[in-house]
């Protein structure tokens, strides 16, 4: 059982937990991520791993209601416990010193891009960073990004925050400006599409990280396959961070959305509170 | 023995065979003759003393009879169900010769069960030994390791990348083959042997090898963990939604549940005509929980003849039983999808034998010309696991063979380090049940001397 110190609200159906689980705390790194399951009805939901604190052993994941169980999740307060809580998961992220780099992060991406960025920029990088979202209530973690950022940038699809438009306008101007060495970006799987599509003609390598359905998160049962390349690769082992501009995108964005009509179906049986009738 | 009516069980999840009646189990047990040099014995893995238990089976000792098959198997009712003792104790009993030999592995279940119905006793505790043995991996090999170790006296902790302990049995074999219910009580046993499961570590991740020596103390590694990744076969179309690995399509229903949805939130979707690449056990197993969950037709591709097909017999006929269609001499060569990317069609191949390749089986070779189109909507790929390579990626200075397994002596599960020993599947590649268990049985052994020679050594100062 893994006991959830704090709860916090982000923003629209945005939510932060503080989980103590001392083991994967000590062994987490930027880029990893955990699967949690909440009871024993539950789904393995895997999350990434926002940020983590070695001496208290607590890790903190934030997370989007967008189904019936992070909804479930979102139904969690400071004290209670979680069932299961499993990782780090996945290769961390490769952090050097590489120069200049961009950090992205869209919507609920802001979360895992923040440790990589504060790497990145304890690295010795001259780090940019964009976070964007379709309105400003989306928003979050700005003071945090900016501590880690030699220059933060803001935008919103609606023009409620920061720059009207998306983040991937101004990735472009920084790429026309500077000479960036390499680019992550975490958001949703169209974002990340079109980060690539950008960055792709600029020849800058392009990191992002992919979030497939998953189940044992373990390279056991092969749900996270994605094509990259001309290669196969399982996210939960072989990434969840692959070369942008390899990845076929299309086809992970259909896999992505196979299990929608049920969890309609799961969604239709739970009240707000994300307990079932 | 009697099994669930073959229409009605197609639709439930409840166990097909029902297993002997104590008249059925008495006049069976009845038959064994208590040869002195017992054959069937030497086809156990495990050795059990088959007509040991036979004979106090027949003597009304249920107490005894369970206690002596525990002597040696911890966990008899998942044998007793899902060994092949066709190929094993049972192709040896002597009056297998001139007849039917004894249904030795009825005989075990119904004694385990049988246990399980009445209370097992709590095992008794050895006097415990000063030495930490962590046991990688809970499927059979893991699990009988730990049990043995415990026996001895050994402080045993397992570590469980899944939430759930058990392996295969757990997340792979289905609910109507062995019920999780079985499962859960045999693995309640090995912890009243003293064996302390933590689920939710996944070594390589949460901890190495290395760091469960040096770190925490332990003395010994023993690594079970299994083969499982799951092989697919690289051709066209193969990502397409709708094509499930055989691991994913049974651990969704298994593990998590999946045909109690919504009840349970893990959702499978399965279509009105399925295929299964394969024709093992797996297989067999992913077309049975096909039609379980609904689909009209459900099918076995495979590309050799029915002669070849590695599966128990006992699962393909009941799967034949349930209306599972087969199609021999077939192999798919790609996949077709609609305008989601969800699989719609697959254009297949047909076979014929050729000559007998380095596995003895005749050859498959594809005939030119013979692809045919088969409108299908969902895919389960069974065509094998090779080991997960999480542990032996992480681990240095181990031996890895060529299909990514951990090199160890068959004989003693030692690996190319002294205080490390595997077996099971993560050794042999996918085998059976009882092979993992024979091969945990036999690290314990070796285990135990490997520690032994150690105490004395610091004994010595
Ligand atoms: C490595 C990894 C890291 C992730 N990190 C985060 C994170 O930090 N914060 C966050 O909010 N989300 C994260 N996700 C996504 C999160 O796991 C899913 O949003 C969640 O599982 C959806 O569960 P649900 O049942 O509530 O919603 P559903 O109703 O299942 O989800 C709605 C839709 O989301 C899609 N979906 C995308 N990925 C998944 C997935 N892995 N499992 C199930 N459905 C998925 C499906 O198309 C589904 O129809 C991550 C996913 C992965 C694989
Ligand atoms: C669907 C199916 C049906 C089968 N039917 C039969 C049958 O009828 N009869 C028969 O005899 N055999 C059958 N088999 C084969 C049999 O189940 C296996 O040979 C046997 O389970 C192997 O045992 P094992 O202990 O080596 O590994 P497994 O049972 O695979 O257990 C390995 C365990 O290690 C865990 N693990 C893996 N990596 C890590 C890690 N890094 N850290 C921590 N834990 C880890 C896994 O989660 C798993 O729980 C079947 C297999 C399948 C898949
Ligand atoms: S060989 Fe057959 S008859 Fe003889 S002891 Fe074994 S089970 Fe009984
Ligand atoms: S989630 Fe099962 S292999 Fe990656």
């Given at each position: 059982m893994y006991k959830i110190l704090h709860k916090e609200s982000l923003g629209t159906n945005l939510h932060l937990l503080e989980v103590e689980a001392p083991r994967i705390a000590r062994k987490a790194e930027s880029g990893q991520f955990i699967i949690l399951r909440l009871k024993e009805e539950a789904e393995r939901i895997p999350l990434t791993i926002a940020d983590y604190s070695r001496e208290k052993g607590t890790l903190t994941i934030i997370f989007q209601e967008v189904g019936f169980s992070t909804r479930e999740l979102a139904g969690c307060q400071a004290g209670d416990t979680i069932l299961d809580l499993v990782g780090p998961l996945g290769v961390p992220s490769e952090i050097e010193n590489y120069g200049t780099v961009v950090c992205v992060g869209g919507g609920v991406g802001i979360a895992p891009v923040y440790p990589i960025t504060r790497d990145l920029k304890k690295a010795g990088n001259r780090v940019f960073s964009i976070i964007g979202a379709?309105?400003?209530?989306?928003?979050?973690w700005r003071e945090k990004m900016a501590e880690v950022s030699d220059q933060l940038f803001i935008t919103t699809d609606d023009g409620s925050e920061g720059r009207k438009g998306f983040v991937s306008d101004v990735l472009k101007e920084i790429l026309d400006k500077e000479k960036v060495q390499r680019v992550w970006a975490i958001g949703p799987m169209i974002m990340m599409k079109v980060v690539a599509d950008t960055t792709r003609p600029y020849g800058v390598p392009t990191i992002v990280s992919l979030n497939p359905i998953m189940v044992d998160g373990t390279g056991m049962c092969g749900a996270c396959r994605v094509a990259v390349g001309k290669e196969t690769k399982f996210a939960c082992v072989d990434g969840p961070e692959f070369d942008a501009h390899l990845v076929d995108f299309d086809l992970a964005m259909k896999r992505a959305a196979f299990f929608k009509d049920k969890e309609q179906q799961a969604l239709a049986m739970c009240k707000c509170g994300g307990e079932r009738r | 023995m009697p099994v669930q009516d073959a229409q009605a069980r197609k639709n439930n999840f409840h166990e097909v065979a029902l297993g002997y009646t104590p008249e059925m189990a008495g006049e069976e047990a009845a038959r064994c003759l208590n040869c002195k040099n017992p054959q069937c014995v030497k086809g156990c893995p495990v050795e059990v003393d088959i007509p040991g238990f036979i004979q106090a089976l027949k003597e009304g000792d249920l107490k005894r009879s369970a206690r002596v098959l525990k002597e040696k198997n911890n966990l008899p009712a998942v044998c007793g169900r899902v060994c092949p003792q066709e190929s094993q104790c049972e192709a040896r009993c002597i009056l297998g010769i001139k007849g039917e030999p004894v249904a030795i592995g009825r005989l075990e279940r119904f004694v385990a069960d049988w246990e399980r119905a009445s209370g097992a006793p709590q095992p008794e505790r050895p006097v415990p030994k000063n030495k930490k043995v962590a046991v990688i991996g809970s499927g059979p090999a893991g699990l009988t390791a730990a049990g043995d170790l415990a026996k001895m006296g050994y402080q045993v902790t397992v570590f469980e990348a899944l939430h759930t302990p058990g392996g295969v049995l757990m997340y792979g074999i289905p609910e109507f083959r062995l019920p999780k219910e079985v499962v859960r009580q045999e693995i309640d046993y090995i912890r009243k042997l003293g064996v302390d499961i933590q689920v939710n570590q996944v070594v390589g991740k949460t901890f190495t090898v290395d760091e469960l020596l040096q770190k925490e103390g332990y003395d010994a590694v023993f690594i079970g963990t299994g083969a499982g990744l799951p092989n697919f076969m690289n051709i066209p179309g193969e990502n397409l939604t709708g094509i499930y690995s055989a691991n994913e399509f049974l651990t969704r229903t298994n593990l998590m549940k999946a045909y109690l949805f919504p009840k349970y939130s893990t959702p499978i979707k399965v279509g009105r005509r399925v295929a299964v690449i394969g024709a093992g056990n797996v297989a067999m197993d992913a077309a049975r929980t096909a039609l379980r969950l609904g689909a009209e037709e459900s099918s076995i591709i495979y590309r050799r003849s029915a002669e070849e097909m590695p599966a128990r017999h006992e699962e393909i006929e009941h799967a034949k039983e349930e209306g599972v269609r087969f199609m021999l001499l077939t192999s798919p060569v790609a996949y077709t999808g609609d305008e989601n990317g969800h699989v719609k069609g697959m254009t297949c191949q047909r076979f014929s034998l050729g000559e007998p390749d380095e596995s003895g089986r005749r050859r498959p070779v594809p005939i030119p010309g013979s692809e045919f189109e088969l409108e299908i909507d969902t895919v389960v790929v069974a065509i094998g696991q090779t080991p997960n390579p999480l542990v032996p990626r992480t681990t240095e200075g181990l031996v890895i063979g060529k299909h990514g397994n951990i090199v160890a002596d068959e004989e003693s599960g030692a690996t190319s380090r002294p205080n490390i020993f595997a077996g099971g599947d993560i050794v042999t590649g996918a085998a059976t049940v009882i092979l993992a268990m024979g091969a945990g049985k036999r690290a314990a052994r070796s285990i135990d001397e490997y520690l032994k020679r150690k105490l004395r050594r610091e004994v010595k100062g």
């Open positions: 379709r309105n400003s209530g989306l928003l979050f | -």
